[in-house]
């Protein structure tokens, strides 16, 4: 299962961004083993742990009843204004929850661990998705996108810009000069990258939205503007210098700021910037535009007409880029399920095992309870009022495990060209809090016909 189920999934997901052309996970005997070797030992240390405890008792008190264990006062006790509030029941549950303290700890780590993994599947979800969205809905303002079929001059560009603009969808136009080109990482590698140098400074931040925690920012002339990414992989900041290899020359350029980007790589800089570096004055070959309308209808209409023109070689939408991205990322959506239900089933096992663990040590308890009166749904009541405050619990507790989890999983995730955002929506932390506690529910409610099955005369024998 472990071999065909989660690698198939991750696969999928890595398949709609990549090509990959025979998705096969054979057998590995080796992973396999240190698999099965992993789990024996966590669970043979426990079965020893708990054998060895048992063993140190003497024949004649292992064949007698485990004697409850002692209650002691606890901290509540001491909050007077609170506690003379309780009533009987309560207090009890209060004092049962903090007298088995090793059944205290197993169901809030485990419970916590079952709310993490559901924070972590609603994180990734929103950080990938969120990511794409930020991307395509604040940072590229523009409609589209085009590339010309050669260099042009400045009467070329005019030119051009008037006859675009007199097609009626067509609101505005800025050229830009875009150029792939290298930088060097870590190790000697190179990460490509994409140069942009718009026509006029001033204009540029009503097409691409330069900016970074909420602050705007501006290209200058005294240095460049790298993506978030790019900066990460370069481990270099603002006010560093970095090498740029750009038409097989290589230019040492200064970063001024870092702008927050989340798919691919891109340096920004100012045609006087990219004077004063290279020494060659610019000459466009690419344009961002807004248009009045962004109906399919009208963008098909604006398309063949910039084309008619002659000088554009290719017209790309934002909203035809975004689709395509949303369903690169829809991919991901398959992996939610399969934490939720694995969540799941961890908090079922959990639950399941400790209130069989509970009704089996507390038989006697419950039996005396069941002889003066108490009807199951009462015994029920008694028992799973733990549950379920130890349910809410470790589902607090899982908050801050599902955070550190959900961090790990989304940088380890994050490929060398996209970014992912690594905040969690409030709402999420309620959905998966509620989920964990309607497990639980499930859980008590499938438990509840061990009631039945207490027999009072069989329980109150003494050994004796």
Wanted: aromatic share 10%.
């Amino acid at each position: 299962v472990g071999f065909r189920l989660f690698p198939a999934l991750v696969m999928n997901a890595y398949a709609s961004r990549y090509a990959i052309a025979d998705k096969v996970v054979p057998f590995n005997t080796n992973i396999a083993l240190q698999a099965a070797i992993i789990a024996i030992l966590f669970t043979a240390a426990a079965a020893v742990v708990s054998t060895l405890d048992e063993l140190r008792e003497v024949p004649a008190s292992l064949m007698r009843p485990k004697p409850p264990i002692s209650g002691k006062k606890i901290l509540l006790e001491r909050v007077s204004f609170i506690w003379k509030r309780l009533n009987f029941t309560k207090k009890i549950t209060a004092r049962n929850i903090f007298r088995y303290k090793q059944r205290l700890f197993m169901t809030v780590i485990g419970i916590a661990a079952c709310t993490g993994l559901m924070i972590t599947g609603f994180g990734l979800k929103q950080g990938i998705i969120g990511a794409t969205q930020a991307q395509f809905s604040n940072i590229y303002r523009y409609d589209m996108q085009g590339t010309l079929s050669k260099n042009v001059n400045e009467a070329d560009k005019n030119a051009i810009k008037a006859n675009a603009v007199k097609t009626s969808n067509v609101k505005a136009i800025l050229f830009s000069y875009l150029k792939n080109a290298q930088v060097k990482i870590e190790n000697d590698k190179s990460q490509d990258v994409y140069v942009v140098v718009a026509e006029n400074k001033n204009e540029f931040n009503s097409y691409i939205n330069l900016t970074m925690e909420g602050k705007g920012l501006k290209l200058d002339d005294d240095g460049i503007v790298i993506t978030q990414k790019l900066s990460k992989l370069l481990n270099k900041k603002a006010g560093e210098n970095i090498e740029v290899t750009l038409d097989d020359k290589i230019f040492r350029v200064k970063i001024s700021a870092v702008t927050e980007q989340y798919v691919q790589h891109y340096i920004y800089m100012s045609p006087d910037y990219y004077q004063k570096i290279t020494g060659n004055k610019i000459a466009f070959n690419s344009f961002y535009g807004m248009l009045n309308n962004l109906s399919e209808e009208d963008e098909n209409t604006t398309l063949n007409t910039l084309k008619s023109l002659g000088s554009i070689n290719s017209v790309e939408f934002k909203n035809n880029m975004y689709t395509n991205f949303n369903k690169i990322t829809s991919a991901i959506n398959s992996v939610i399920p399969v934490l939720i239900v694995s969540a799941g089933v961890l908090a079922f096992v959990v639950i399941f095992n400790l209130t069989n663990i509970n009704i089996d040590e507390r038989k006697r308890e419950l039996a005396t309870m069941k002889l003066l009166g108490f009807y199951n749904h009462e015994l029920a009541a008694y028992i799973f009022r733990e549950n379920m405050i130890l349910t809410f619990l470790g589902s607090l507790a899982g908050i801050p495990m599902g955070v550190v989890l959900n961090k790990f999983i989304m940088t380890t995730a994050e490929t060398n060209d996209m970014m992912f955002l690594q905040n969690i929506s409030p709402i999420y932390y309620l959905f998966s809090i509620l989920l964990t506690v309607l497990f639980s529910l499930i859980v008590n409610l499938a438990m509840y016909k061990r009631f039945d099955k207490i027999d009072m005369i069989e329980s109150l024998k003494s050994a004796e």
